[in-house]
């Protein structure tokens, strides 16, 4: 795997439910803010349908809330929810025009989702199916990078709220993907990755019977350390870098 690209100073990640960014690429995004970098998130949902216990009523505060906690351990101070209903998000016009129009407001040059495939499996195919949310968001990612920058597409965001085209995004940078072209050194920032997920504790609490610190670092740890035979051997976050 190649380095990720560094010639850039805002990056917009954009995701399905609050703690995807956590699971994924957390460790990341702390070493890039620490070098002075701006990272906004924006999630479509408030993760609301993610707690059998607890109705989506009282679970969506509960979750945005434990969202921001964690993004700002890595120092992300701008988080967005696009309000679209968790677990049925769907691909289409509406979804895309809400993520060209965070692209338009915030001007990233790299824009960073998660897998969009089917599967979480390696790319014969075999794995976990992935879910219709990931799916959606990282595919509407994908194109919107291309519909923020043309001005006839989704014409009204000019009209309506004073957006113009932005078509600086230089990249799209898909994390959890099976088949990953680049990586970041994940070892400055894995202690605050770790952090910053355990700041999802009433999700992680019911998704567990382990100990919620040995089953984050375990995770965070064993993802990072698979990567690194491919990466000159440091532990790594990988992403599977689409240029533009």
């Known amino acids: 795997m190649q380095p990720m690209p560094t010639d850039w100073q805002r990056a917009l990640a954009v995701v399905a439910h609050p703690d995807d960014l956590e699971y994924g690429c957390a460790a990341a995004i702390a070493d890039w803010t620490d070098g002075g970098r701006e990272v906004v998130y924006v999630l479509a949902t408030r993760g609301e349908a993610g707690i059998d216990t607890v109705t989506p009523d009282e679970c969506a505060p509960l979750r945005e809330a434990e969202q921001r906690a964690s993004a700002a351990v890595v120092g992300v101070s701008t988080v967005e929810f696009l309000g679209h209903r968790d677990g049925v998000v769907e691909y289409g016009l509406g979804l895309r ?92 920032g894995l202690e605050r990755s770790v952090r910053s997920l355990m700041e999802h504790k009433a999700y992680i609490e019911v998704l567990t019977d382990q100990d919620p610190e040995e089953y984050v670092r375990s995770f965070l740890t064993g993802n990072a350390e698979r990567n690194a035979a491919r990466f000159g051997g440091r532990p790594a976050v990988a992403f599977e870098v689409f240029p533009r």
């Open 97 to 188: 025009r809400d993520i060209a129009a965070a692209i338009r407001r915030h001007r990233p040059e790299l824009v960073i989702t998660l897998n969009h495939r089917d599967t979480w499996g390696g790319p014969d195919g075999g794995g976990y199916w992935n879910t219709p949310d990931h799916r959606a968001v990282g595919r509407a990612a994908l194109d919107a990078a291309a519909d923020a920058g043309n001005r006839w597409i989704f014409p009204e965001l000019i009209s309506e709220q004073g957006l113009e085209p932005w078509n600086g995004v230089r990249w799209v940078a898909v994390a959890g993907t099976a088949t990953p072209t680049h990586a970041a050194d994940a070892t400055p």
